[in-house]
């Protein structure tokens, strides 16, 4: 971070004009197991939004702080979980920016979305995911920010080509084992190794009434595949791959369909043995969106087709999620309501239903309540969860 200051410093003193914007907030959260009735989250966050600008260039940073005393003399979660959550520092975007002839680039630690759908993700590969609270909802909550440096240019007749390096290799990080939603999926599996590039492309163009998009993508995969070692320590390792996509967004009349689709190519998976194995991937999602009055109604559908597939993989050739929400604000959007379903139908199945209000009585508080409810088969990645239904309340004051 010591760089972004520097630069910053040194822009200012070098122009006449600058202005400067701090939003810091406090939050306070609570959340509370209904299945077997325990606190799962006492946190309280401290975090701040700053934006620095001058003449020739600009600084955003987005940022929190947090201590969770659910960890205290607690022995339901493990030495494990306590350390990697109870006081964290998170840096949710730092970067510079700048305009030169229609360039608009951007360097530093930032989130890039990628395609059309809500809360699943197909061309959307360039963050990996915090799965601390584990929800599909929201993943905007999860990304994890990468230092990059992002290139956008802007064409005469409005289309634009984004150019992404990122200048990190950075994973998807998983809950210890024994923390609320801890698993045993990859536990302590997180890698961070910096001078392991990845590159980016997005052409977006608008024809025949429908905004289309292209990717391309060449970098690591965020989720590791597992060998032993001689001595059988559990070793993580991720591979490069490819990836070539699509996404379209088409509105029609009160409806919007919107659709993409990604090839993967060199995937690599693991086999029974542990073994390292290479396949191609093919990801499809279909989305319809419904505008009644004040409500907004999506259903979504996602599937995978592994090429090359056998028995003996430790994932399923196919993996189909379905999902469906209803969203609507009330009272000059004082209050918003979000009620969204998913399932997924595959080693038995799995179910999560969700509630979320958010109210804004005035411009410097914010209450927000969740209810999640999860249930399928244990063999399931949504069953496996099936007994950490939760309520969570949280308060968040804007100085």
Known sequence: MRWLALIVMGSASASSYANLYIQPNLTTSFGYNVSEHYATEQRVELATKLEFSTENIDFTFDGRVEHDFVYNNNDRFSIEAQDQYESRAI????????????????????????????????????NPLDYKDFIFFDIDDYRLAVPMFKLDYEYENGDTLNVITTLQQLSSEY??????????????????????????????????????????????????????????????SYEKFSMLGTSLSKPIDAFVLRTEFAYFDNYTVNDSDLSFKNVNKLEALI???????????????????????QPSYLIPKSAPIYTASAERGFFANQLYIRAAVSYLDNQGGGALSQLKLTYKPNQQWVLKLNLDLIEGDQENYLGAQQQRDRIWLAATYYF
């Open 175 to 236: 809950p210890a084992s024994r923390a609320e939603f801890g698993n045993n999926y990859y536990p302590n599996s997180e890698q961070t190794q910096w001078g392991k590039y990845e590159l980016g492309l997005r052409y977006s163009t608008f024809a025949l009434a429908t905004d289309v998009s292209l990717y391309a993508f060449h970098g690591y995969q965020d989720d590791p595949v597992v060998t032993l070692s001689p001595s059988e320590r559990t070793l993580y």
């Open 287 to 309: 989305g319809l969106d419904y505008r009644y009055k004040d409500w907004t109604t999506t259903v979504q559908f996602t599937d995978r087709i592994l090429n090359g597939w």
């Open 91 to 126: 840096i949710e975007e730092a970067y510079i920016s700048g305009e030169i002839s229609n360039r608009f680039w951007s360097f530093g630690y930032q989130k890039v979305v990628w395609g059309e759908a809500d809360d699943l993700r197909v061309v959307d590969v360039i």
